[in-house]
Every structure is written in structure tokens, then in C-alpha cells.
């Protein structure tokens, strides 16, 4: 263990995400510079963060293994019916078609931008959220301290910047709803990844989980 390395990764990731939770819900950019910042502050800006800290940075966990695709992405099938199912579930409880225009209100989303933006979401933004959260905040902090520290550090922060991102659309039942069901979401992609440290594991999944968002969004906008 390696206190002030683990210190060092805590304030760090929650630096990036406070300075981009900022730039979202508060100077609110284009969709263009906003994706740009975030490209900047959960990749370049990581990057640079760790080469000064560790030196290493590319290992296992950007290597492609193609037997685990498979697999991973009958899981992310099973997560994508699974968060389907629980919208049709729901949808007498809450207004998921007010939810919807709010939401593209506050990221700037009209019916002709939105296959684009869906498919960044999907293929780009998971990722850099993989890298931020799994790679750096779990693979790398487990590696200076518990697992566990790790494991709740990373599901937490992967919660909260999501909901700090969206809070002001949703009403307060689904607000808490969707806390605890992005940390526990967070700790399943901790899990997936933990074996052999490789977040390309837990990209698919994550892939498959936007992909039901984007088609519940699609319904309703």
C-alpha cells in the first residue's frame, strides 16, 4: 500500500470530474467543446497524470482478447433487456417522456443530431468513462491500496458524476433510483474488469447499458 499515491489518484479523480461536472450543469458549452473538454480531462490530462506518477502506463488492460468479446457481449445483451425491461416496468410511475425533453434540452439534442450523439455516447463517451473510472480510479488506485477502497471509491465517484450530470432533470424518487443503480452498475464493471485488469471488458457491458438509454431516449424524443 501506497498512501500518498492513493491520496494523489483520489483528489485527481475528483479534480477531473468537479472540473467537468463545472463545464456541463454550468457553463454549459456546445456538444462539441463539451466532448472535447471531456476528452481532455478523462484521457489526456489522466495520461499525463500517470506517466508523472508511475511511469507505466499501456499493459493488459488494452489488450483485446477475442473469446472474452463474446462473452462480454452476451452479458451486455442481458443488460440491455434488463434495463429495457425495467423502463416498460416503470414507465406508469414516472414521465419518462418529460424526463426526455429535459434532458435534450440540457445537452442540446434535437431529433436530426441525435444518431450522432447517441453513437458518440455509446461508442466514444463509454470509453473515456471506462478509462476514468475503471482504469484509473480501480486498476490503477487498487494497485496502492485495498480493493475495496477501491472498488467503493470507484462505483461512488462513477454515481455521483452521473448524477450530478443529470440531477436537475429527474424528480427525486428516480434521482435515488438512479444513484445506487449507477454505483451498483459501477461495481459490476469493477468486477468484470478486476480479473484481468482489462477495461475493455467493462466497455462492452457499458456499451450495451447505453445502447438501452439511447433507445429509450429515441422512443420519446
Avoid at 426526455?100 to 445537452?107: G, I, K, M, P, R
Avoid at 477495461?199 to 456499451?207: E, G, R, T
Avoid at 450495451?208 to 433507445?215: E, G, K, N, S, V
Wanted: hydrophobic share 55%; proline share 2%; net charge positive.
Amino acid at each position: 500500500m501506497n498512501k500518498q499515491k492513493t491520496l494523489g489518484i483520489i483528489i485527481f479523480i475528483i479534480i477531473s470530474c468537479s472540473v467537468m461536472a463545472i463545464i456541463e450543469t454550468i457553463i454549459e458549452p456546445s456538444y462539441v467543446i463539451k466532448s472535447a473538454a471531456k476528452v481532455l480531462f478523462f484521457l489526456i490530462v489522466p495520461l499525463i497524470f500517470l506517466k508523472l506518477q508511475n511511469g507505466k502506463i499501456f499493459n493488459n488492460s488494452f489488450k483485446l482478447n477475442a473469446k472474452n468479446i463474446i462473452k462480454l457481449s452476451a452479458l451486455g445483451a442481458i443488460v440491455y433487456v434488463v434495463i429495457m425491461v425495467a423502463f416498460f416496468l416503470t414507465r406508469g410511475l414516472f414521465d419518462y417522456s418529460a424526463l426526455v425533453e429535459s434532458l435534450s434540452a440540457d445537452q442540446q439534442v434535437s431529433p436530426s443530431s441525435f444518431i450522432w450523439i447517441a453513437m458518440y455516447i455509446s461508442f466514444c463517451n463509454s470509453l473515456l468513462e471506462e478509462f476514468m473510472f475503471r482504469y484509473v480510479a480501480f486498476i490503477k488506485l487498487s494497485e496502492f491500496t485495498t480493493k475495496t477502497v477501491a472498488y467503493i471509491f470507484s462505483s461512488v465517484m462513477f454515481s455521483v458524476y452521473h448524477v450530478a450530470m443529470i440531477g436537475g432533470s429527474f424528480p427525486l424518487p428516480l434521482l435515488l433510483l438512479s444513484l445506487v443503480g449507477l454505483a451498483v452498475g459501477g461495481a459490476i464493471f469493477n468486477f468484470v474488469d478486476d480479473k484481468n485488469k482489462n477495461i475493455y471488458n467493462s466497455w462492452i457491458v457499458h456499451m450495451f447499458a447505453d445502447f438501452a438509454i439511447m433507445t429509450i431516449w429515441f422512443i420519446h424524443i
